[in-house]
């Protein structure tokens, strides 16, 4: 659904997602993005590992969807990155959980994130690796080429680096604003506007 | 040696005695402040430089003091306590009673540091098969372990396993390495009393020392228990030394003092204590809380031979380690990795900030720990107008572009663009100031193009917004034709709240066979006492130091703006339409890139 005649590199939908064509998503109807969400070249998001148990009543009061990998609104995945859902056994049978982004995140470049849940406002770096079951709540950074071990769980406002990765700072008070994500859904497109000075 | 970006620094003025000098913080003209003033400009290569420049996000302002302030001279409150791995709260009263680590399961490896988690023994060979809240362990059964996902540590390469998969600091505490059984204080208090019920005590301290030796809680048990029997058995009788008594090392009185320190109660002082003179005898055996060091390292280094560096912990992991009460004394023994505990997590905080000075809170954040927002949040961000720094690029020209990361050529002037954005909602006038040579041995030179300007209110984003276009004409208008020439005394491009001026720098060369040029040329720009200058200064040829190559531009900013005068202390005698002028002036420093060297 390009808006102009020639084909751009992305493609925009009518909730404001720009996808690039080059873009590899599998099992696109497991995939919600919230709109406005920009997704560049090379980015690969596994729509198709999805739950395969039956959601039971075990897990919780929520909608019995498949969805796979749910992303917020104003979220950046950057060139190379890969989306994945984790897997474990769970009694007995291996079955992967959802992924689920808040608004507001930045993925760099190639960098592969297996996190079961991602808050809103949290940057991750180039060539990071979030290892699966890690929950990262929000406003947390997360520096290049860090190792997030699987499990771990990233409390609000931490800036995290290392192999494996560990909380080596606090993000001041002043510095939520630089989180925002909507200059920078701007600049890229078929038609980007400049980032304002 | 890797290229930076630009960066802009801010000065908090609480470590910066100079700035409080009588003069220098009166509104002189910028010009004063200039060179002429050596020892008021401020020197961002001083040591203690170091400790009072911040990125604009670390700084906060306090809106009574009009002032900025930064995290090293803020003063913080604990709001509330929490485990960064489960993010339940602690309440602060378990703070004093357990300690600052979580008592739930949330434990870290001690090799790594990634997070435990627990595993059914029985079913081991996947390590990321359960969670410590899963159901399904208990469908498993059996004895649980801790395991890292991330080295494949585990809790059986010490010998420790657990009977449940819940309350895992519990059931640590209760073991040791080897998954031996250990008495917690508590029972081996209880125990303690039911041997001095049916018998002597003496014989009762045997049992509880058991085979491994006593570790430092059941020393420090023993101890208090020595103590409290001798304070209480102690009569007035030895005299002594009489004059020293009160003060005696081991006289009842200090004695006592010190136990109510350490132990907290000081229940078994008694009043009557105070009057009892004299010596008493001190701890003798280990029951009593003795013990010899042991010096006989053999079996040390015997496991040494055998197991050799790689079983041995390094300083990282020992610093790591939670202080472990449950283990002997430390005399003349070795570290091993078979002697790794699990580590629980640090509880982390949620702060307040108060202003150092008016005690008034410039920062609050919501207590629950879920919640990111904060009740108070006065940074510094939205009053100080920020600064960016951008090479300039001219469009008509010719020749290289300056990549933003490159290195800077020495002796090759090279304009930068400087774009000041007024965060508050009046107009603001701005003063520039900086010293026409960067402090250092190798000074560069600096202009400042138009060093007075002002940035206009920031109004309502939807203005913005429907000023638009309004707003590229007026830069259009402003710069005329694309082909402008940066020129002295005016303003390089406006925007709705913000303006750019252009800083030009010409970077100094970072040979030190040039160095002796500088001083004298300096001496003639003065223009006084030319002589002075040349004797006093030694020119130091030493081998470029680290960070020298930076080139860091100390810059003075002087903001005035005018507000409505509020009007309830200060102007209830003037008149309403009076506006109070306010002023703020700090200095920065403008990081612009590291100098190439060789040429």
């Known amino acids: ?197 | 040696m890797s290229p930076i970006t630009p960066y802009t620094y801010f000065q908090c003025p609480c470590s910066d005695s100079a700035l409080f000098r009588p003069g220098d913080g009166s509104p002189s003209s910028p010009k004063n402040r200039d060179f002429g003033d050596e020892d008021g400009a401020f020197d961002p290569r001083a040591p203690r430089a170091n400790y009072s420049l911040y990125p604009l996000e670390y700084l906060l302002y306090c809106e009574d003091c009009h002032q900025i302030r930064c995290p090293r001279c803020i003063a913080e409150e604990i709001a509330t306590f929490y485990c960064p791995s489960c993010l339940f709260e602690v309440p602060s009263s378990n703070i004093k009673s357990e300690g600052n680590r979580c008592t739930r399961s949330c434990f870290q490896c001690p090799v790594c540091i990634a997070p435990l988690s627990v595993t059914s023994f029985e079913t081991q060979p996947d390590p990321n098969l359960l969670g410590a809240q899963d159901h399904s362990a208990a469908h498993h059964g059996g004895p649980y372990v801790l395991n890292c996902s991330y080295c494949n540590w585990s809790s059986t390469e010490t010998g420790v396993k657990f009977d449940k998969s819940n309350g895992i600091h519990g059931q640590l505490a209760k073991q040791r390495n080897g998954g031996t059984t250990r008495l917690t204080a508590k029972e081996r208090k209880e125990r303690r009393k039911e041997l001095v019920q049916s018998g002597g005590s003496a014989q009762g301290s045997d049992h509880i020392a058991d085979e491994h030796g006593i570790d430092m809680e059941t020393q420090f048990a023993n101890l208090k228990h020595f103590y409290q029997t001798q304070l209480s058995s102690s009569t007035s009788g030895g005299s002594g030394f009489s004059g020293l008594g009160e003060l005696g090392f081991s006289s009842p009185t200090s004695l006592s003092r010190i136990m109510s320190i350490y132990t907290g109660g000081g229940s078994l002082h008694d009043k009557k204590s105070k009057s009892r003179l004299g010596n008493m005898r001190e701890a003798l055996e280990e029951d009593e809380g003795l013990i010899v060091a042991n010096l006989d390292e053999s079996a040390a280094i015997e496991k040494l031979r055998s197991e050799g560096l790689e079983g041995t912990i390094d300083t990282e992991q020992l610093q790591n380690q939670p202080p472990n009460l449950g283990e002997p004394h430390l005399h003349g023994r070795t570290r091993f990795t078979s002697e790794l505990r699990p580590i629980p997590y640090l509880l982390r905080t949620k702060r307040s900030k108060r202003c150092p000075v008016c005690r008034h809170i410039i920062s609050k954040p919501e207590a629950k720990i879920q919640t990111t927002r904060f009740r108070i949040r006065l940074i510094a961000g939205n009053y100080v107008p920020s600064i960016t720094i951008r090479p300039l690029v001219l469009p008509g020209s010719s020749g290289f572009i300056q990549h933003p990361d490159a290195l800077l050529q020495p002796l090759r002037p090279i304009q930068y663009m400087l774009t000041f954005k007024n965060p508050i909602f009046e107009t603001v006038k701005i003063s520039l100031a900086t010293p026409s040579r960067t402090p250092g041995r190798f000074a560069s030179k600096v202009t400042v193009l138009c060093p007075q300007f002002e940035i206009d209110a920031n109004t309502d984003v939807w203005d913005e917004a429907l000023k638009d276009d309004n707003r590229r004409k007026r830069k259009g208008e402003e710069s005329g034709n694309p082909h402008q020439q940066p020129e002295v005394g005016k303003i390089w491009e406006r925007g709705r709240n913000w303006v750019s001026v252009i800083v030009e720098v010409v970077p100094a060369s970072l040979r030190v066979d040039l160095l002796e040029a500088a001083p004298d040329e300096e001496g003639d720009e003065e223009g006084e006492a030319s002589e002075k200058p040349k004797v006093k200064r030694e020119v130091d040829r030493g081998p470029l130091r680290e960070d020298e190559d930076l080139l860091e531009i100390p810059m003075f900013v002087r903001v005035e703006w005018e507000v409505d005068a509020v009007g309830e202390e200060l102007g209830s005698s003037r008149d309403k339409e009076a506006k109070e002028k306010r002023e703020l002036a700090y200095w920065c420093v403008l990081g612009l890139g590291r100098v190439a060297q060789g040429n």
């Open chain 1, 1 to 197: 659904m390009s808006r102009k005649p020639p084909r751009g590199e992305y493609i925009e939908t009518d909730t404001g997602n720009k996808v690039a064509r080059k873009a590899t998503l599998v099992g696109t109807q497991n995939i919600m993005l919230g709109g406005k969400t920009v997704i560049q070249q090379e980015v690969m998001i596994r729509g198709d590992l999805i739950r395969s148990l039956p959601s039971s009543s075990s897990s919780g009061g929520g909608p019995p969807s498949n969805t796979a990998v749910a992303i917020g609104r104003y979220c950046f995945l950057s060139r190379g990155c890969c989306l994945k859902p984790p897997g474990r056994l769970y009694k007995g049978v291996f079955t992967y959980m959802p992924l689920r982004m808040g608004d507001h995140v930045f993925v760099g470049q190639n960098t592969v994130v297996q996190a079961a849940q991602i808050g809103s406002h949290v940057n991750i770096g180039a060539q990071v690796v979030v290892g699966e079951f890690a929950i990262i709540k929000d406003f947390v950074r997360i520096l290049d080429g860090s190792v997030v071990p699987a499990n771990m769980v990233i409390p609000s406002f931490s800036i995290v680096a290392g192999q494996p990765a560990k909380v080596i700072g606090e993000v001041p008070e002043g510095g939520h604003d630089a989180f925002e994500l909507r200059d920078l859904y701007k600049s890229v497109g078929n038609n980007p506007q400049p980032a304002p000075s």
